[in-house]
Nanobody
């Protein structure tokens, strides 16, 4: 199976910065895409950013350049650098991995982390 370990969440003041990390482990042959999603109370889960194995990135329009996604392929780890945080960024942030795995052969599947709470408040 595949396990995702998230870390880096917490309480920060408006305008502050935070870095989230997500490390994947297990019977992974290749990771296609790693990304971050978030869900606030009363809202649907939405894409924040993701990055492909080739380094192509995608960001949500509402970020306005405040966040940066990066990855360390050797460690199967993805990071989300969050700057100029706003109260509206408060949510549970989930890591997602789209990967080729060993399961009765080679299979493509998607996995979610447990989520890490980010709270932006003064």
């Amino acid at each position: 199976q595949v396990q995702l370990v998230e870390s880096g969440g917490g309480l920060v003041q408006p305008g502050g910065s935070l870095r989230l990390s997500c490390a994947a482990s297990g019977r992974i042959l290749n990771i296609n895409t790693m990304g971050w999603y978030r869900q606030a109370p009363g809202n649907v889960r939405e894409l924040v950013a993701d990055i492909t194995s080739g380094g192509r990135t995608r960001y949500a329009d509402f970020l306005n350049g405040r966040f940066t996604i990066s990855r360390d392929s050797a460690k199967n780890t993805v990071y989300l650098h969050m700057n100029s945080l706003k109260p509206e960024d408060t949510a549970v942030y989930y890591c997602n991995v789209d990967a080729m795995i060993e399961r009765n052969g080679v299979t493509r599947d998607s996995y979610w982390g447990q989520g890490t709470q980010v709270t932006v408040s003064s």
